[in-house]
């Protein structure tokens, strides 16, 4: 089956960017999604399409898929960013949506 | 305003069965794909099944597979999951999601709040 991997932690200072990696093979092909969720909240979509963002998703949350890893930037890191980020395919050879291994950001 | 509402989480032996329901409104229903994903305590999160608009394609994780059925009534506005020979492993908070349009490879733009599953003796 397809797996999706992502760093387990990721520390950033206020004010600071964030980045978050998503490795998965030949991820470049395949259209990467990234979601936050936040203690006790469902997920929430921040990022489609791998760089498109839905309406009311700051500018600061970006995404790229240029390759191996595609890359959540979470830019100008405020307290409010603090939550667990999760990249997801669907893998058209299993017909099933992957979630990746989700990765806990830190504000300092 | 989309709203997905979860309900049927509860506590349950093992080898148990339970039924899920996921009331959707604010859109039409039966022009989207939804899907179930569930979380573990302290784990991530675990896409284990999808179902087209129409209802016709369905689609199963190997983890659930012959175990779960997932449907949905179009005229109640409500998608359902039944787990039948419940594991201790199966222990999540259930989450429905609505995919971006009518085919289940699309992103997940709505989610509910959950309902909880524990399996235990």
């Known amino acids: 089956s397809y797996v999706l991997t992502q760093p387990p932690s990721v520390s950033v200072a206020p004010g600071q960017t964030a980045r978050i990696t998503c490795g998965g093979n030949?991820?470049?092909?395949?259209?990467v999604h990234w979601y936050q969720q936040k203690p006790g909240q469902a997920p929430v979509l921040v990022v489609y399409?791998?760089?498109a963002r839905p309406s009311g998703i700051p500018e600061r949350f970006s995404g790229s898929n240029s390759g191996n890893p595609a890359t959540l930037t979470i830019g100008r890191v405020e307290a409010g960013d603090e939550a667990d980020y999760y990249c997801?395919?669907?893998?058209?050879?299993?017909?099933?949506?992957?979630f990746g291994t989700g990765t806990k950001v830190t504000v300092l | 305003e989309v709203h997905l509402f979860e309900s049927g989480g509860d506590f349950v032996q093992p080898g148990g069965s339970l039924r899920l329901s996921c009331a959707a409104s604010?859109?039409?229903?039966?022009?989207?794909?939804m899907s179930w994903v569930r979380q573990a305590p302290g784990k991530g999160l675990d896409w284990f099944s999808g179902i087209s608009g129409s209802g016709y394609s369905t689609q199963y994780a190997d983890s659930v597979k012959g175990r779960f059925t997932i449907s949905r009534d179009n005229s109640k506005n409500t998608l359902y999951l039944q787990m039948n020979s419940l594991r201790a492993e199966d222990t999540a908070v259930y989450y429905c999601a609505r995919s971006n349009g009518n085919y289940l490879r699309d992103f997940f733009d709505y989610w509910g709040q959950g309902t909880l599953v524990t399996v235990s003796s």
């Open positions: 399409d791998d760089s």
């Open positions: 030949d991820i470049g092909t395949k259209s």
């Open positions: 604010g859109f039409t229903f039966s022009s989207y794909a």
């Open positions: 997801q395919v669907w893998d058209s050879s299993s017909d099933q949506g992957v």
